[in-house]
Nanobody
Framework: QVQLEESGGGLVQPGGSLRLSCAASGFAFSVWPMSWYRQTLGKERELVASIAGFGGSTNYADSVKGRFTISRDNGKNTVYLQMNTLKPEDTAVYYC?????????WGQGTQVTVSS
């Protein structure tokens, strides 16, 4: 079955960087689009970035454009989110999403906290 495991979250100071990883298994990873979402308490989960299959086109939320970069390594079945110039408002639980044949599969999430 489809499994997604995020890692790389943690506590970082404003202006710092983190790289999140999402290791995928159970499906033909290279074919399908992958996304990163985030959620804070009391708010809906929001799209942060997405990348098409085969490392094609990318899409970013306006709030992270120019600071975050999504990428994928199809040889390692892993999608990454490089986060630079982090701000306190980036604090959230970050989730990896795989969309496979119109079905959505979520990882368990990884906490990112930006605070001094």
């Amino acid at each position: 079955q489809v499994q997604l495991e995020e890692s790389g979250g943690g506590l970082v100071q404003p202006g710092g960087s983190l790289r999140l990883s999402c290791a995928a298994s159970g499906f033909a990873f290279s074919v399908w689009p992958m996304s990163w979402y985030r959620q804070t308490l009391g708010k809906e989960r929001e799209l942060v970035a997405s990348i098409a299959g085969f490392g094609g086109s990318t899409n970013y939320a306006d709030s992270v454009k120019g600071r975050f970069t999504i990428s994928r390594d199809n040889g390692k079945n892993t999608v990454y989110l490089q986060m630079n110039t982090l701000k306190p408002e980036d604090t959230a639980v970050y989730y990896c999403l795989a969309t496979v044949r119109r079905a959505n599969y979520w990882g368990q999430g990884t906490q990112v906290t930006v605070s001094s």
